[in-house]
């Protein structure tokens, strides 16, 4: 019987094997010559303005899940588009309560102001 998952045990561990040693070969191989310019915060060819553990505003997340819900929104609106014919009825009257919804929490967001920049 466990001869049956012998293939699967040697494929589990050659793929750890590829995942692992290269890791390992580049701490093995690669040169440690650390200083205080590769152990120095860097911001695109600058140095650091402020502190790299500073806190966000409240509104950049508010506008990270506005974009994540429609983005969702697209990846929902493109397969149903597809199928619309033979889903019917049925499935466009679904798709406007769930359009229903997120224009309801757009709404709401706008009205909050969770949008409005200063």
Avoid: Q
Wanted: with cysteine; net charge negative; charged share 20%.
């Amino acid at each position: 019987m466990l001869e049956n998952y012998l293939p699967i045990f040697i494929f589990i561990a050659i793929g750890i094997a590829i995942g692992v040693l290269p890791i390992l070969a580049g701490f093995l191989l690669a040169p440690h010559k650390p200083d205080s310019e590769k152990l120095s915060p860097y911001e695109c060819g600058f140095e650091a303005f402020e502190d790299t553990r500073m806190r966000f505003d409240v509104r950049y997340y508010l506008v990270a899940i506005l974009f994540i819900i429609f983005d969702l929104e697209i990846a929902f609106l493109f397969p149903w588009a597809v199928v619309l014919d033979s889903i019917g009825m049925f499935g466009f009257v679904a798709m406007m309560v769930f359009l229903g919804i997120l224009v309801i929490g757009f709404i709401y967001e706008w009205k909050k102001g969770a949008l409005e920049w200063e």
